[in-house]
């Protein structure tokens, strides 16, 4: 069973492992850094807007700037999907089952590290 930090120990050390998550899965170590994942790629919004996201327990703290997407980054998005889909579809149902399987195992054994987040 994990412990429970008090309150100002989680306010803390957010920042810091925020950084350590940005870094890892490569957008960046800056809070304006967080952008839209599309077709295998961390890409900026057309609008060119982004809006703050604030820790509810300390409102001083910025999480993160994240871009306002738009229609057309959702139609990209699903665009990108749509042609993933095309080599998706010819892995034989079971093989996506265990693929789909292990990245659920996967979440459920790291859930403290993203409830943290």
Known sequence: MSRV???EDRTKSTSGRLQGL???YGYGSRASDI???I??????SRSGKAYENRNPANSEELIGMFVSSTE???????DA????YKTWRLF???KRAEILFRAAELLV???EEFSKT
């Open 35 to 37: 952008k839209n994942f």
């Open 22 to 24: 940005r870094r890892k």
């Open 92 to 94: 034989p149902a079971p």
């Open 109 to 111: 054994q790291r859930k």
């Open 39 to 44: 077709n295998g790629e961390w890409v900026e």
């Open 81 to 84: 999907a749509k042609e993933a």
């Open 72 to 78: 057309e980054d959702a139609d990209a998005a699903v």
């Open 5 to 7: 930090q008090p309150a």
